[in-house]
């Protein structure tokens, strides 16, 4: 079975300041791995994902995340956040084989203070 | 990029009435759609899955008959809860992926059903 870990219920910071949304997973074989953004009210936006390639990831709005094997971790960063991004963020994983589903984690609130 | 609508956005219904919830792929064909709930500052919770033409696939838990879902061709999946009581009421947000796009799913923006 496959899982995601967001372990912060929420995550505060001032404007102008880096942040970091953690999220680990679990998944048996390769993992492709993804973050979502949902402001009040509305649907999933994409913001980026993780198939194969650089550990690197960059996403939309400056988003930006890691994949490290290792720790099993995709940790969300931005370098300097904007009180618009003040949303729930969600981490979600499914393994590479075939047409497996998305697992989502809890989801964490980012609060971006002015 | 591809665009996934969902129709109404927001009903209100009585206790005991059935509510249909529509998700539509605007430009591309979805193979697969997916069901999700969502409760308040709660994650999304997979309902079932759906491939066009063929029946569709429901978690543990979610009863079939109640939630019935149609995907009745590549560009539309449909969500009726039938006879929806308060219990009911929550978030509904469809997904939905194309054919040999099987790493990516685009979301509808949901449906929110109050069962009064």
């Known amino acids: 079975a496959q899982s995601v870990a967001q372990p912060e219920d929420q995550v505060n910071v001032a404007e102008g300041n880096p942040l970091t949304v953690k999220c680990t997973y679990s998944v048996s074989g390769n993992p492709y791995l993804f973050w979502y953004v949902q402001y009040p009210n509305r649907g999933l936006q994409f913001l980026l994902k993780y198939i194969t390639g650089d550990n690197l990831v960059k996403g939309s709005y400056g988003f930006e995340a890691e994949f490290n094997k290792s720790q099993t971790s995709f940790h969300l960063k931005k370098p300097s956040a904007l009180v618009s991004d003040s949303a729930l963020y969600f981490c979600a994983v499914r393994d590479s084989r075939g047409y497996s589903t998305l697992t989502f984690g809890k989801g964490t609130m980012l609060l971006v203070s002015p | 990029g591809a665009v996934v609508s969902q129709h109404p956005s927001r009903v209100i219904c009585k206790s005991g009435t059935s509510v249909k919830i529509e998700c539509r792929s605007l430009d591309f064909q979805a193979t697969t759609m997916f069901w999700y709930r969502q409760f308040p500052k709660q994650s999304l919770m997979l309902m079932a899955t759906?491939?066009?033409?063929?029946?569709?696939?429901?978690e543990q838990g979610v009863e079939k008959d109640k939630f019935l879902i149609n995907h009745a061709s590549l560009t539309l999946s449909t969500l009726t809860v039938t006879s929806a009581h308060p219990e009911d009421s929550s978030f509904y947000i469809c997904?939905?992926?194309?054919?040999?796009?099987?790493?990516?799913?685009?979301f509808g923006p949901g449906t929110r059903l109050t069962v009064l």
């Open positions: 759906s491939n066009e033409g063929s029946k569709a696939t429901y």
């Open positions: 997904s939905a992926r194309a054919r040999d796009s099987y790493n990516e799913q685009f």
